[in-house]
């Protein structure tokens, strides 16, 4: 089988998220009840407004082929959006609709980057990032935060990092998976020194709506002109909207990148889904309270399990400020035995908490990071109660 593949092929690593899903329903079909704590997706069912409006598009026969970068309709409601919600004005001719954001980043990566460039990656990061910036043939390099830093890169560090050989520089901020949110001034710094080294910046800013205790997210692009020249900035309606499943994300930037990514996705996928375009309208230029209601659901769940974990002496936790992910440091854990096994990783933490608690959770070193796991907490408030107890009984049978 080897031989049979491509060594580009051969080189992904399997996305753990997915990994740990499948283990978990997996343990489900033997009849297990597991609690899955390890996909990131809002519990929320997509609002009514945007399901009407595609049933809609269906019934009036909005069933075929579209332009690659979407429908003018499409591009000119991401157009108002970034203006309205980002203060960035883009033109159409520089904004091009995928399917999610992961096709976004990937085929962004594709149309800048090829052997022999670097391309930076905060550490802990979005496990997409790395494989997909490997399939281009250039090489990711981890730029590791520290908690101690509430898991932000200073500018000091980038500069440390940086080299001739770096093409690109990924920041998500919000982040997946710590939640950690970078202020004006902490952006503005990282990227004036990498626009003054010819870096382009990715701006993955899909989790931009999640924001806690009255935080804004800043769009990266806004700092300034110098700064959006150099910039990509890809959304998703993915986590916003409860609209995982549509696969709806964007990019926006400079034309000649845009125009490189219609080129190919043009050979790829075309246009994305015909009928999650028309949704996507009504997304992003219809009524927001949807987004409200589940921004302050999350807010209750983040602080419940927030207080939990940091009612566990074996586990400790950066407050998330965004995004819907905690991100717990389990090395206290390491050296612990049970049923013979000693805890010497996070994977072995992770294989722990779902053998002994019937509770699935992400090791870090999938994003990068050993030594801590990820949680997400967009799962309903019984769920978190029960996993949080689940957690804390096993940790006390160590
Ligand atoms: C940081 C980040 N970027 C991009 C994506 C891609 O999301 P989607 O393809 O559903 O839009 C995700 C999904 O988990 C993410 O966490």
Not at 147 to 156: A, C, I, P, R, S
Not at 372 to 378: C, E, I, N, Q, S
């Amino acid at each position: 089988m080897g031989e049979l593949l491509s060594t580009r092929v051969r080189g992904i690593s399997p996305s753990a998220t997915e990994q740990t899903s499948a283990l978990a329903n997996r343990m489900r079909r033997k009849g297990i009840d597991v609690l899955s704590f390890a996909q990131g997706e809002p519990d929320f069912d997509t609002p009514d407004n945007i399901k009407q409006v595609a049933i809609k598009a269906i019934r009036e026969g909005f069933t075929k082929y579209t332009d690659v970068p979407g429908i003018p309709a499409l591009l000119q409601a991401v157009q108002t959006k970034l203006k309205r919600a980002n203060g960035v004005e883009y033109d159409m001719s520089e904004i091009v609709v995928n399917n999610g954001g992961k096709q976004a980043l990937y085929e962004v990566f594709q149309a800048l980057c090829e052997p022999g460039d670097v391309v930076l990656i905060p550490t802990p990061g979005y496990v997409s990032y790395v494989e997909q910036i490997k399939l281009t043939g250039a090489e990711p390099v981890y730029v590791p935060s520290r908690e101690e830093d509430g898991f932000k890169l200073t500018v000091d560090q980038v500069k440390t990092a940086w080299t001739p050989a770096v093409k690109l520089f990924v920041m998500n901020s919000p982040c997946n998976p710590t939640g950690a949110m970078y202020t004006a001034d902490e952006l503005r710094a990282i990227a004036e020194f990498l626009v003054s080294k010819g870096v382009t910046l990715i701006a993955d800013e899909v989790y931009e709506n999640f924001v806690y205790d009255g935080g804004k997210s800043v769009c990266l692009a806004s700092l300034s002109p110098e700064i959006k020249a150099h910039t990509v900035i890809v959304n998703s309606l993915s986590k916003t909207y409860a609209m995982t499943g549509w696969r709806v994300g964007y990019a926006a930037g400079p034309k000649d990148i845009i125009s490189a990514v219609i080129n190919l996705q043009g050979h790829v996928s075309g246009n994305i889904n015909s009928i999650a375009q028309k949704a996507a309208i009504e997304a992003l230029l219809g009524p927001q309270d949807s987004v409200l209601k589940m921004l302050a659901e999350f807010a209750r769940r983040r602080e419940y399990m927030y207080s939990r974990i940091c009612a566990m002496p074996q586990l400790s936790c950066v407050k998330p400020e965004g995004a819907f992910y905690m991100f717990v440091n389990v090395k206290k854990i390491f050296g612990k035995s049970y049923d013979g096994v000693t805890i010497a990783t996070d994977i072995d933490a992770a294989k722990f908490f779902i053998e002994k608690g019937h509770v699935a959770v992400v090791p870090g070193a999938a994003f990068g990071c050993p030594g801590y796991v990820r949680l997400v907490f967009a799962k309903s408030m019984d769920m978190i109660r029960e996993g949080m107890d689940r957690m804390e009984k096993a940790l006390k049978a160590l």
